[in-house]
Nanobody
C-alpha cells in the first residue's frame, strides 16, 4: 500500500514536499522503481519524476519540472519524496505515487503510467497565482 501526504494550497513561487510511504508490504522503496504522477482536472495523468532502484539511483524528470522538482527516497523509512519548488499554477493537480518491481528502465519508460502496477490514492496540490 502506498500512502501520499504533503499536498496543500500554496501561492505561486512557493514550495511543497510530498511524501509517499509504503506500508503493509515486506518491501522498501529501495527495491522498486518509484515515480510521481499528476493529473489536472480534465487532463490525462502525466509522469512528473521517476527514480530507479539501481545503484546509481537514476532519475528522470518531465521537462516542465526540471530544475524545480527533486525526487528522492529514504530507504530506511520506506518513503519516497518529491520536493517541489517555485511552484506554478500549472502544477496544480492530484499527485500520485507509483511503484513497480525492477531496475534499469527509468530512463526509457519511467514516466509512462502503464509501467506501474502499484498506486497510491493521491494528494491534492493547488497553486494559486
Amino acid at each position: 500500500r502506498l500512502v501520499e501526504s504533503g499536498g496543500g494550497s500554496v501561492q505561486a513561487g512557493g514550495s511543497l514536499r510530498l511524501s509517499c510511504e509504503a506500508s503493509g508490504h515486506q518491501y522498501n522503496v529501495g527495491s522498486y522503481c518509484m515515480a510521481w504522477f499528476r493529473q489536472a482536472p480534465g487532463k490525462e495523468r502525466e509522469g512528473v519524476a521517476a527514480l530507479d532502484s539501481n545503484s546509481d539511483g537514476t532519475k528522470k524528470y518531465a521537462e516542465s519540472v526540471k530544475g524545480r522538482f527533486t525526487i528522492s527516497r529514504d530507504k530506511s523509512k520506506t518513503t519516497l519524496y518529491l520536493e517541489m519548488n517555485d511552484l506554478k499554477p500549472e502544477d496544480t493537480g492530484m499527485y500520485y505515487c507509483a511503484a513497480e518491481v525492477g531496475m534499469g528502465w527509468i530512463q526509457s519508460r519511467g514516466l509512462k503510467e502503464a509501467e506501474y502496477r502499484y498506486w497510491g490514492q493521491g494528494t491534492q496540490v493547488t497553486v494559486s497565482s
